[in-house]
């Protein structure tokens, strides 16, 4: 099992009042699966994918990763997974604004102080992957919002991590470009990477292997693994 | 680190007059530290060198009334001074410490000197014996000086600095020889003499100074010692000038001079033995002193030392000020880059990372403004050299201390504002709005 998920619980305070948003979770995914993650708005999808991505931590629950209990885990080795083994791609790109397309590239390299020339080599590849050989040095300004998640996704799987996260990537393209980007994740899928994707259109979801649900915090399965598991209260 | 020192330069540059105000601080309180150190250190390396660096290193031994300078034409001590004679000045010259000595008299007329239409008022006349001139490293310009035979005649001649030469005759070149009119009198000018070096304009001391700018704007007109009762109805004191050996021989020179002078009027006043050189106020009674430029020119420095020191504190302060501004722009800068910082750390960026990145910035931040600061302080320390005429000498260890100084500023203030940066948790950065 590349992940497992047991018993999440994430709560928010707000106020004085303890909000539930994630209520006793548990998924398990192995490695190279391909699984959409659907459901509502404000159901709780952003807040798993985070948990799961190294970002954010659950209130109560335990999380291993490749083996590893991610809880345990100190400040220095959480930017040593989220670095190595995850690769995240935003709705919103979030590529930084006055850097070049293979700057952006170049950062989680940066992070695992890859020597710079060997860096160059990489990022250039991974810019061949995702097709934009030739706006290198382009900034996020003089690209298309297609191109833009590209290089993104280019960020992501430069270090050659073996989940990549993607949250909601095609919600902010037109149907063209994202299908340009379902294409890449099916390539990179058949590669041997394991994608966990949220989002709200059935037709994306639907290039994914396995599909779960997500209502109001609460995870239902899409398919045979969905169980009979009896929502506990802590 | 070279990548961090890039974009810090990139953010800077992006924020062009941001950077620039926040700077401010820094830039004033380094140019405020560097025009004061280059001034001050200016200074007493001019204090320094006229006493160590010229050839006209001399010691003068004057009479003093108390604590006063002797004052002629006062009735208590005008029976006693005593006069000179070449057995006095002989045991002055068996001194170890001296290698030369000559005596002289000071006074100034109000009436001055005329020449034509020409009247000059206020005048400081010197008499002077035969060794006056070389003791004082004086040479002749144009003329001659006084023989033995000018002394023995009393030949009513007279001698001019080249101050005074050129007041009285303004423009006039060929004055050698010309007559020129002191208390109603006709005196022959037979030289002109100038001091060796750029002596005269240079200040040794306090007095000097002040002789220069006020007593000695016409110049100095220069008569035999012999001639002088002519001048000067009532009696001026011998003053005596030796010429140490060595500069550390001065102290000791100026010292045992004025005793052996002591020593004289006091037998001639039958009056009480002093040593000479003690502190202790005699109430009126006459005594010679030596002037100690050694001791003058260290407390001088002490004194511009001491001004210095308290004008850097208040420099400090804005440099202070500067560190707040700078840490106050950081943590803008920080709030402004909220969503960057959570999307390097979802990235993999340590902690480490993000400090690095903002101690960077504001390490170079206030490196720049350091950097400024010294050209600008340079600046001003020759503006304020032009206005006050006083020398520059700019400190290399100051130009490096204050620019890693201002690095440090920029470290110390920016170290909260990077701590916030780092401890931000990726998530709530990342969704920060
Ligand atoms: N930092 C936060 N503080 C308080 N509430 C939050 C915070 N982040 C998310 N929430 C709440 O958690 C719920 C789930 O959010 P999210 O996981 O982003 O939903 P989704 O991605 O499914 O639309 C929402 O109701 C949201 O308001
Ligand atoms: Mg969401």
């Known amino acids: ?234 | 680190m070279i990548e961090n020192i890039r974009l810090s330069f990139q953010g800077i540059w992006a924020h062009k007059m941001r950077s620039f105000l926040t700077m401010l601080g820094i830039i004033i309180g380094i140019a405020a530290i560097i025009a004061i150190v280059s001034t001050i250190k200016g200074t007493s390396e001019q204090i320094k060198d006229n006493l160590v660096g010229t050839s006209t290193n001399v010691v003068k031994v004057e009479l003093y009334q108390g604590d006063w300078g002797y004052k002629s034409g006062d009735s208590s001590g005008g029976n006693t001074l005593p006069v000179f004679n070449d057995s006095l000045k002989d045991e002055i010259l068996d001194l170890d410490e001296v290698t030369a000595v000559a005596s002289y008299r000071l006074g100034s007329l109000y009436s001055g000197a005329m020449y034509g239409d020409n009247a000059v008022n206020n005048t400081t006349f010197v008499g002077v014996d035969e060794d006056y001139f070389s003791v004082m490293g004086y040479s002749v310009k144009k003329g001659r000086l006084f023989t033995e035979h000018d002394r023995k005649n009393h030949n009513k001649f007279i001698i001019l600095d080249s101050v005074a030469a050129d007041t009285l005759f303004a423009g006039e070149k060929d004055y050698i020889g010309k007559t020129v009119i002191i208390k109603n009198d006709a005196y022959v000018v037979i030289g002109v003499v100038e001091q060796q070096d750029s002596f005269s304009p240079k200040v040794e001391n306090l007095n000097d100074w002040y002789t220069y700018y006020y007593n000695d704007a016409s110049g100095k007109y220069f008569v035999t010692d012999d001639i002088w009762p002519m001048l000067f109805g009532f009696d001026e004191p011998y003053n005596v000038v030796v010429k140490p050996r060595s500069t550390e021989d001065m102290t000791k020179a100026g010292r045992k001079t004025a005793d052996i002078l002591n020593n004289y009027i006091g037998a001639n006043n039958n009056a009480n033995n002093n040593d000479g050189n003690e502190d202790e106020s005699m109430g009126s009674s006459l005594k010679y002193r030596s002037e100690d430029l050694l001791e003058k020119a260290k407390a001088l420095q002490e004194v511009s030392a001491s001004t210095s020191k308290q004008l850097i504190w208040i420099a400090s302060i804005s440099l202070i000020v500067g560190g707040i501004g700078v840490m106050n722009i950081m943590l803008v800068s920080v709030t402004e880059r909220t969503r960057e910082i959570g999307l390097k750390k979802a990235l993999g960026a340590r902690k480490g990372v993000i400090l690095a990145q903002f101690l960077t910035e504001a390490a170079v931040l206030t490196s720049l403004g350091g950097m400024i600061g010294v050209g600008a302080g340079i600046g001003l320390a020759y503006i304020i050299s032009d206005v006050a005429k006083t020398p520059v000498a700019i400190s290399g260890a100051a130009i490096v201390v204050s620019v890693v100084f201002s690095m440090v500023i920029g470290i110390v203030f920016g170290f909260i504002p990077s701590v916030k940066a780092a401890n931000l948790n990726p998530i709530d950065a990342l969704r920060y709005e």
């Open chain 1, 1 to 234: 099992m590349l992940l497992e998920l047991k018993n999440i619980y994430k709560n928010y305070i707000q106020g004085n009042m303890d909000v539930p948003v994630l209520k006793n979770i548990n998924l398990s995914i192995e490695e190279g699966e391909y699984v959409a993650i659907m459901g509502p708005s404000g159901s709780g999808k952003s807040t798993l994918m985070n948990i799961i991505g190294c970002i954010d931590k659950p209130t109560a629950g335990t999380y291993f990763l490749d083996g590893q209990e991610i809880n345990t885990l100190k400040d220095r080795e959480l930017s040593f997974v989220r670095n190595k083994q995850i690769g995240f791609v935003f709705q919103t790109f979030n590529l930084m604004p006055r850097q070049t397309a293979l700057d952006n590239v170049g950062l989680p390299l940066q992070y695992a102080k890859v020597p710079k020339k060997e860096r160059k080599r990489m990022c250039l590849e991974a810019l061949d992957l995702v097709g934009l050989s030739d706006r290198v040095s382009f900034k996020p300004t003089q690209l298309s919002g297609g191109q833009k998640q590209r290089v993104a996704i280019a960020r992501a799987m430069v270090n050659q991590p073996k989940i990549l996260l993607a949250d909601e990537p095609t919600g902010a393209l037109d149907s063209k470009s994202g299908i340009q980007v379902m294409d890449l994740f099916r390539e990179l899928h058949e590669r041997g990477t394991t994608i966990i994707m949220i989002t709200h259109s059935d037709e994306i979801a639907s290039y994914a292997d396995r599909m779960v649900k997500i209502i109001d915090g609460e995870l239902i399965m899409g398919d045979e693994e969905a169980s009979g598991q009896e929502v506990q209260d802590e």
